[in-house]
């Protein structure tokens, strides 16, 4: 499907983007090559479906997306497709690519998004929506499925947000309704069978794919509308495809080609990401239905996986990542009903390798002393709680079934065994909400801290926004001023740290919850005038919006502010995302009836849990008897990377390598490991160093053969050798370094002899010196003069080949330079032709006070 001179034209591109790398901000997020990242040959692709998993918001944000890891993994293990990714460039990528014509592009290999077979786009949230349409414009993909033909992708959405795709509807090709596991390959094979047939074939694939069960083609849909605004219908315009369309279920236990049924081998980031460790789903759905969350009544029925599977996964995950924690991630974790054998079996495998575990919100009622011992057991991280309201009469309301005495008495337990920071989650604005009920979440937290001397608690505080195919579809949401009001009253009252969401923004987030297609006009409109990124709060532009609801007549007072009645037809009816409407509804009235009710003696629908006494997990201390000193080079795209992002990379593949590695020892301990000078994003390094302190002996040959099997691509070993343990620091050893410059020809000025003597006239001036910007103890920025004779102990062109400048460098401290500095000072170069400078370490040395040199 993809011709061989389109693959050699996408390989052209490639160095396209590579320089664009050196020119945006944070450039290791676009790279890619991660650990356990797949790639297949251009022969492979060429007879196969190829997909492109894009995730609407940055790579640190999406990364941890447990669906695209899914899909990606299934996608890669057939024989007839392959999977890549693409998450959101930023803005000055985005800038960059617009001004020099060049599309949007796959992490992996780098080809434009548009050339794949179809473009997948998880729907996380609905304020990520204008990035979508940010993402298929970069891509040269028409926004609007209509405005598509055969020269184009099949773009296609599923995820969360999928249970109202309908503000969305005009954009997506198709929409895939509940799990995606399954129905992801019949979709491969449907647009693999209607390509092969040759000719026109959008408009028959179309037809094809609204018949698979879980799949929603909305341009066969038509919406129809009363006077006043309200969905009259949304009925197919043909009888061969379906008057609703069924959610799809996956079994979550249901093993794949490589024996598990979730990867053990997930792509592990360069960069560090909003939920930086092995994330393993241990279940699906969640038990409670409490009446405000989408997801409890969407993900119906409650799956689990069971302890023993759970347990061979998280080793085997482990094992391929060298991750330092592990997350048992689900909506309720401490309801699976064998969490405690699985926590307690797990600590006793992981702990001695100074791995944590952790758990997402916890129910109050659900925390034990078994839980408690286990989760402290290697890192006392903080605990998150979520009572959800104020007072028991509102969490009755709501279906949150905990009482007061059961939250503090959960957060004395937490104190007790040694926690010092909890999370609290709070919603405000929720249905037949009182001023009591707001004092209420005061009182609960005024009564904790008095009973807890010493206990920080951090609170977030989340408006209540409704959502399609819950009970609350038909309340009213409040209205700003209402929210703000009721969000100063609690900042003024509440003792803690406050996070609280953007008001505005959740104007914009109700509307699309609830919203029909003509939405689409809205979200377009809103992305024309530059919104992108609004989930980010710092990003977010209110005013946008308030234009584009007025230009568009798409209001917060039709979509968000208003009562529905019992027999409004919604924009989602014709998709079946959990109960029937009719037992909502009754759900509905029963919340109104309980909110004015007496509150019963047992509120519980379900029974505790059991508290098992906690079982004594015992971390060895051992200490280190050898340390090994390596020393790797990095080259090509990973030169990108921080030397936080590297130092994390070495860590990890010291993990995967199984190295009996020493730890410090108190609450968070540290892998002993040291390492060089800090490298600059940017740089090629023939010398980083560092040191590993081990609790056995090893041979240093055999070590570092099993440190190179680990290492990223672009990574190389280069040396390993035994070094004493008494030993000083290397970054307190290392005084001179050997770096080289490349220079772009048409930089570099002259010939060779009048770049030689060039560069002796620069050298023997007076008064040379650099002006660099730091900050004083103010927080004032002003400029430092630095004399760089003393730091250039050698400057000279390279004899042969490409211009390369070298220069020989004393490391000095609060004096070192960046070398493309010093070049771009003897050359007369501005800041974007300084960027266009490669530079490469070659060398450190160690000069003694005698005078004589070494390398580390």
Same mark, same amino acid.
């Given at each position: ?66 669906? @695209? ?68 414009? +970069? ?6 499925? *209509? ?31 509940? #799990? ?72 979550? $236990? ?15 980031? !360069? ?20 009446? !405000? ?38 909506? $309720? ?13 797990? *600590? ?16 109050? &009622? ?37 009482? %007061? ?10 104190? /007790? ?10 919603? =405000? ?7 009591? #009920? ?41 209205? +700003? ?16 740290? @406050? ?29 024309? /005038?530059?919104?992108?990124? &609004? ?15 007025? &230009? ?20 989602? #009816? ?13 759900? =509905? ?22 508290? @098992? ?14 340390? @090994? ?61 560092? #040191? ?9 040959? $055999? ?35 050997d770096v080289s410059v490349a220079v772009p020809e048409g930089l570099a000025g002259g010939g ?34 630095i004399p760089l004779k003393p730091l250039i102990l050698k400057a000279e062109w390279e004899g ?8 020989? +460098?004393?490391?000095a401290p609060g004096g070192n330079l960046k070398p493309e500095r010093i070049a771009a000072l ?5 800041? %974007? ?24």
């Amino acid at each position: 499907m993809t011709p061989p001179e389109l693959l050699k034209a996408r390989e052209e591109a490639g160095t396209d983007y590579e320089a664009l790398f050196a020119l945006v901000g944070k450039p290791s997020r676009y790279i890619g090559g991660e650990w356990n990242s797949v790639t297949r040959p251009g022969s492979f692709r060429e007879g196969a479906v190829g997909v492109c998993l894009c995730f609407p918001d940055l790579y640190e944000t999406g990364f941890a997306n447990t669906g @695209i890891e899914i899909l990606y993994r299934k996608l890669n293990a057939r024989d007839d497709a392959y999977a890549e990714r693409a998450y959101a460039a930023d803005t000055d990528l985005a800038q960059a690519l617009r001004s020099r014509g060049l599309p949007f592009f796959s992490l992996e290999s780098r080809r434009p998004i548009s050339a794949f077979d179809i473009v997948g786009f998880g729907l996380p949230y609905e304020l990520c929506y204008t990035n979508i349409l940010e993402m298929l414009d +970069l891509s040269g993909i028409p926004l609007r499925s *209509a405005g598509r033909d055969e020269r184009h992708p099949l773009v296609i959405a599923g995820g969360p947000c999928a249970v109202n795709p309908e503000p969305l509807a005009d954009f997506f090709d198709a929409v895939v309704i509940g #799990d995606g596991e399954e129905v992801i390959g019949e979709i491969v094979e449907r647009v693999r069978e209607a390509k092969s047939a040759g000719g026109p074939w959008r408009q028959k694939l179309l037809g094809s794919l609204a018949r698979v069960e879980g799949l929603y083609v909305p341009s066969l849909y038509r919406a129809e509308y009363h006077p006043d605004g309200r969905v009259a219908s949304v009925r197919s315009q043909s009888p061969d495809v379906p008057a609703r369309v069924a959610y799809r279920r996956w079994d979550i $236990s249901r093993a794949g080609e490589d024996g598990f049924s979730f990867p053990v081998r997930p792509v592990v980031p !360069f960069v560090q990401t909003v939920h930086d460790r092995l994330n393993v789903e241990i279940q699906r759905g969640c038990p409670w239905r409490c009446r !405000f969350c989408q997801a409890g009544f969407s993900y119906r029925p409650y799956r689990e996986r069971s302890a023993k599977e759970l347990l061979a996964i998280i080793d085997e995950g482990l094992r391929n990542t060298g991750y330092d924690a592990v997350t048992l991630a689900g909506l $309720s974790a401490a309801d699976h009903t064998e969490i405690v054998p699985l926590l307690q079996t797990l *600590a006793e495998h992981v702990s001695s390798k100074r791995i944590s575990i952790g758990l997402p919100s916890t129910r109050a &009622d659900r925390f034990t002393l078994a839980l408690a011992g286990v989760l402290q057991a290697v890192r006392r991280q903080s605990l998150t709680f979520a009572p959800e309201g104020g007072t028991e009469r509102l969490r009755r309301v709501i279906r949150k079934e905990l009482t %007061e005495f059961e939250i503090r008495e959960t957060l004395k337990m937490a104190h /007790a065994n040694g926690w010092k920071n909890v999370k609290l989650y709070f919603m =405000y604005g929720l249905p037949t909400e009182t001023r009591e #009920d707001l004092e209420g979440i005061v009182k609960l937290v005024l009564d904790s801290r008095r009973e807890n001397r010493g206990l920080s608690l951090a609170l977030t505080l989340s408006p209540f926004v409704p959502k399609p195919h819950t009970p609350y579809q038909w309340a009213a949401q409040d209205r +700003l001023d209402v929210l703000k009001e009721k969000l100063a009253f609690l900042r003024k009252n509440l003792p803690a740290k @406050i996070r609280a969401h953007g008001l505005e923004q959740i104007v914009v987030e109700g509307v699309l919850s609830r919203g029909d297609r003509r939405c689409s006009e809205l979200v377009e409109a809103a992305w024309k /005038a530059g919104a992108v990124f &609004d989930e980010w709060g710092e990003r977010f532009r209110f005013e946008i919006w308030e234009k584009a609801m007025a &230009d568009t007549g798409l209001t917060p007072d039709f979509f968000c502010y208003r009562e529905r009645g019992e027999d409004e037809v919604f924009p989602w #009816d014709h998709l079946q995302g959990g109960p029937e409407k009719r037992a909502l509804w009754n759900d =509905y009235r029963t919340a109104l009836r309980q909110a004015g009710e007496p509150l019963p003696a047992q509120p519980h629908l379900k029974e505790r849990p059991e508290v @098992i006494p906690p079982g004594k997990i015992h971390l060895p201390a051992a200490s280190a008897v050898q340390r @090994i000193r390596f020393r790797v080079g990095r080259k090509g795209s990973v030169r990108f990377l921080s030397h936080l992002e590297q130092i994390e990379l070495v860590r990890r593949a010291l993990r995967r390598a199984g190295f009996p590695v020493a730890f410090t020892s108190g609450f968070h301990p540290q892998m002993k490991a040291a390492f060089g000078p800090a490298i600059s994003v940017g740089y090629e390094s023939d010398c980083e160093y560092f #040191d590993v302190e081990l609790t056995r002996r090893m041979d240093a040959e $055999s070590a570092g053969e099993d440190l190179s099997r680990q290492l990223p691509q672009g990574f190389r070993l280069l040396k390993a050798s035994r070094v004493p343990l008494f030993f000083p620091s290397l970054e307190s050893l290392i005084n001179r370094v050997d770096v080289s410059v490349a220079v772009p020809e048409g930089l570099a000025g002259g010939g060779r002899g009048e770049r030689i003597d060039s560069l002796r006239r620069f050298l023997e001036q007076e008064d040379l010196a650099l002006e660099k910007p730091k900050k004083d103890k103010s927080g004032q920025v002003r400029l430092v003069r630095i004399p760089l004779k003393p730091l250039i102990l050698k400057a000279e062109w390279e004899g042969t080949g490409a211009p390369e400048l070298l220069f020989s +460098l004393r490391i000095a401290p609060g004096g070192n330079l960046k070398p493309e500095r010093i070049a771009a000072l003897y050359l007369g170069l501005g800041p %974007e032709e300084t960027q266009s400078l490669r530079v490469t370490r070659k060398a450190f040395y160690i000069e003694k006070k005698d005078g004589t040199v070494s390398e580390p």
